[in-house]
């Protein structure tokens, strides 16, 4: 098993930054992505960003491409996710996941692992 607990949520203003972290414990050998998804209400959760948990590669969701930038440290692991010029519509519920296989990335059904999430709510 592995457990993942996010942080970093917040209320922050349109054009704002702010930083999201997502610790993981247990069997974290075991993980190939990790990832962030989010959820806004009323709506489906969506694919952000995300990185292979030992290997270099980072994918991102056009919609955040240049804004949010996903790292991760897999010796203390922590993965981050720094989120620059925040829209209102980055307002969402942001969840942390883990996976222990490879495949597409962006599919929420591929990982075996979720935290229970944190509130990003961007105001004008």
């Known amino acids: 098993q592995v457990q993942l607990v996010e942080s970093g949520g917040g209320l922050v203003q349109v054009g704002d930054s702010l930083r999201l972290s997502c610790a993981a414990s247990?069997?974290?050998?075991?993980?190939?992505?990790m990832t962030w998804f989010r959820q806004a209400p009323g709506s489906e959760r969506e694919f952000v960003a995300g990185?292979?948990?030992?290997?270099?590669?980072?994918f991102y969701a056009d919609s955040v491409k240049g804004r949010f930038t996903v790292s991760g440290d897999n010796a203390k692991n922590i993965m981050w996710l720094q989120m620059d010029g925040l829209k209102r519509e980055d307002t969402a519920v942001y969840y942390c996941?883990?996976?222990?296989?490879?495949?597409?990335?962006?599919?929420?059904?591929?990982?075996?692992?979720w935290g229970q999430g944190t509130q990003v709510t961007v105001s004008s």
């Open positions: 996941a883990a996976a222990r296989l490879t495949g597409v990335p962006d599919r929420a059904g591929k990982y075996d692992y």
């Open positions: 247990g069997r974290t050998l075991s993980i190939y992505h």
């Open positions: 990185l292979t948990w030992r290997g270099s590669s980072t």
